[in-house]
């Protein structure tokens, strides 16, 4: 851990590390609408990575961004003493991720055309990232089909279930093009519209959906798992439930390290240093030194993957996308993750909505009591 000296500047600075993040992201939303507005480029074009001195600066910043919204979230986490920081790794969903993401950016390196073949339509890396979705599917439904007449699952637990099913099923078929290629299925006139001709609805506006997608699995693996560093979530089980567990973090952040044709991009930069520094989140709180070691080696890991794929990138790739394939192979295995940890939900009662009561009493009454 920190020594006292620095733990209690970080707490005393917290509103420092704030403001100067928001400081540093606006610079970068403010060279973005600039260049839009001169035609230069457009704030979401995909192609080539940028490295000029502007564009450098507009990393740096973002970087920096990231690295004040890490120190803001830090002082929080340090404020806690009910022992948050025993978090719990599993080789499953830490290691063998980690394993897999360091073979995939030496296969870019030691042969690229097997890289290349692999991202191909129909390959094994999209069919596995359609299984998995679909797994996790199965998983979130499970506690569902285990409920019992006494042990039963509350109504909101039930509906958000079904709900993330839903989205695990969806996003499973989109992949593999609803079976379109298997079947040999003709595409529909009404959809030959979209960009590459399938019976799919993301082609339509496959940008915007990479974007949603890939933003909204960062806010949900990497993001909300930091929230149980920060705010005691685990005392209501709605929330203890469904958050992703601290441990899931590693898992989330690695897809995001998978980019090139979508680097210009602000999120695409913003989800990767965000990802970086969720992983130092965790290096910073973990108390035991072996597993601190793994921890930075997989920081290290991160950043010389992102670094290959963006040097090898430009001559290997005979398609700018090809990289996506594997950023959403590992993002379907986040997914799958999430999806065991939905699989163990069990009894749900309705205290969770009196604990939520009187927490909103409590927030009450400190303000009321500050009015008067």
Known sequence: MLSVSIVELIRQKRCLFLVLGFIFILTVVVIDLQLHFAAIRTVLEDGLPLFDSLFFCRSAFILLGSISFFLFLLSFVLSRKDGIFDVSYRITNTWLPA????????????????FVTLALEDSPVEQCS????????????????????????????????LIIAFAFFVTSMEEISWFQRILEVETPEFMEANMQGELNLHNFATYGFELVYYTGCFVLMVL????????????????????????????????HVFNFSMWNHLTTQVTFFWSLTSIGFLVVIEAQKS?????VGLLLLCVASQG????????????????????????????FFYGVQLSKIEFVDDQDVAMLKRWLGVLSGGVKSKRS
């Not at 359609?130 to 439904?141: K, P």
């Not at 930091?226 to 952040?253: K, M, T």
Request: hydrophobic content about 55%; glycine content about 4%.
């Open 99 to 114: 394993i897999l993401a360091a073979a995939s950016a030496s296969l870019i390196v030691i042969s690229p055309a097997s």
């Open 130 to 161: 359609a299984l998995l979705l679909f797994l996790g599917c199965l998983l979130t439904l499970r506690p569902l089909f285990r409920a019992t007449v006494r042990q039963s699952l509350n109504g909101l637990t039930k509906v958000s279930l």
């Open 224 to 255: 909300c798992p930091a929230l149980r560093l920060i705010f005691p979530v685990e005392r209501i089980n709605f929330l203890n439930r469904f958050i992703p567990d601290v441990s899931l973090i590693v898992v989330g952040s690695i897809p």
């Open 291 to 295: 597993r601190k070691v793994l921890l």
């Open 308 to 335: 290959i794929f963006l040097v090898h990138g430009s001559v290997e790739f005979e398609r700018r996308w090809d990289i996506s394939e594997f950023k959403e192979f590992f993002l379907a295995l986040s997914l």
